[in-house]
């Protein structure tokens, strides 16, 4: 049996220490684009992410990717209970809320458990959720949550789960922009620990249904925050206090992503969805909420 709930469920997946340092956050924040349009690098919003320093700030999609940072292998999939491998996998969801500001160094303990498995019939869906605590202190610093799209490994007749979507304001956002994925965004942003070849090499892609590499979920997940940051929040990132989104589509190097977001009720609704081209309107992430700090 490929997935076997009575195993993975409960599960740990990781229990680790890890470290990171303002070199790190600098170029995750290039990874998603900080600074890249037309006489923004210079700029005092760009600077925040872009510039070491004591005006430096973080992004606090930061934190899912900052556990496994310095990995140079593509991720694995040892999964308890899981025969699965990497062709078949997609990322579903992801979210992260924060105990406050993230520090642009530090070090601290990442553990993290299976806590659900979704029978969809044709697929299976794995939640996973984990904690970052400081070393030396113990004090929770973030908390995330996610879950892959397991292709082919449903049918097990387990539960098929549920979910609230996240219905977008039958209004004009209160804020729209654009921005330009660039033909190289996958290969910088993969050095952020993230080696899947499928964002890559082209084979590999062509393997797993793809007509070429695709950017990574995350890439699009940190631009999304970025850019509803810079829009609604005056480019303040301690002003976040979590992010939930749901990838809704793929996002191919050279695309355009057009995000949209909107206030309501002390919160900010966004969405993504390609901007131009033949797949205009195509989505990217939906379900997307920023909470406040």
Known sequence: MPIDPSVAIGAQTANTTFSWTESDVLLYHLGIGAGSRPGDNLSADALRYTLDGPGLQVLPSFGVVAPTF??????????PGCDINLAQVVHGAQEISLSGPI???????????????????????????????????????????????????????????????VVVPERAADFETSYDVTPQQALLYRLCGDRNPLHADPDFAKGAGFPAPILHGLCSYGIALRE???????????????????????????????????????????????AGGERDGSPVLADCVVSLA
Do not use: M
């Open 70 to 79: 310095h990995a140079t292998e593509p991720p694995p999939l040892d999964l």
């Open 228 to 274: 509803l940051t810079d829009g609604l929040l005056g480019g303040d990132a301690t002003a976040v206090g979590g992010f939930t989104a749901r990838f809704a589509g793929v996002v191919f190097p050279g695309e355009t992503i057009r995000v949209s977001g909107w206030r309501e009720d002390g919160r900010i609704i966004g969405s993504a969805v390609i």
């Open 103 to 165: 520090p642009t160094a530090g070090t601290a303990r990442l553990t993290t458990t299976i806590t659900d498995i979704w029978d969809k019939g044709k697929a299976a869906v794995i939640w996973q959720e984990g904690v970052a605590t400081a070393e030396d202190s113990g004090e929770e610093l973030w908390r995330v949550r996610s879950s892959i799209f397991v292709k082919g490994e449903g049918g097990f007749g387990g539960d098929r789960g549920s979910a609230t979507p």
